[in-house]
């Protein structure tokens, strides 16, 4: 493989209307998709948005908005990213191209390269 191919999933429809910013956290978060804590002074991506008349917000730390940037050329749904990506490794063997692992942070790389593990392992 050369090049990084992109995580598709069916997605019914996106917000009716939506903020997004990448503010430096004051307080503890969670990020919606890996459950870790994003520290205080960490950036992180903040989604705000209306879906079908109900306000929500979605916090992602800077990990897995790597891991969203580079897999998820087409949009994903908030908090089931991991699963996605889980799936998308599995239909490709766990031959995953070195062009989808390098622009990762290096918490996403260790997380994507422990699922290509798991992957080969079972």
């Known amino acids: 493989m050369d090049t990084c191919s992109c995580v598709y999933i069916d997605?019914?429809?996106g917000p009716d209307f939506y903020s997004e910013r990448m503010p430096i956290a004051r307080k503890s978060?969670?990020?919606g998709e890996c459950g870790r804590?994003?520290?205080?002074g960490e950036k992180y991506e903040c989604f705000s948005g209306c879906w079908d008349?109900?306000?929500n917000t979605h916090k992602t730390c800077s990990d897995?908005?790597?891991?969203?940037?580079?897999?998820?050329?087409y949009g994903c749904c908030?908090?089931?990213?991991?699963?996605?990506l889980h799936e998308h490794i599995r239909d490709f063997?766990?031959?995953?191209?070195?062009?989808?692992?390098i622009p990762l942070t290096k918490a996403a790389r260790?997380?994507?390269?422990?699922?290509?593990?798991?992957?080969?392992?079972?």
């Open 64 to 73: 897995c908005l790597s891991i969203r940037k580079t897999f998820f050329c």
């Open 11 to 13: 997605v019914d429809k």
């Open 29 to 31: 978060h969670k990020c």
């Open 93 to 101: 063997g766990g031959e995953i191209s070195s062009d989808c692992i």
């Open 78 to 84: 908030f908090g089931m990213m991991l699963e996605f």
């Open 110 to 122: 260790d997380k994507v390269c422990d699922m290509i593990e798991a992957m080969w392992e079972d």
């Open 37 to 40: 804590d994003i520290l205080p």
């Open 53 to 55: 008349r109900i306000f």
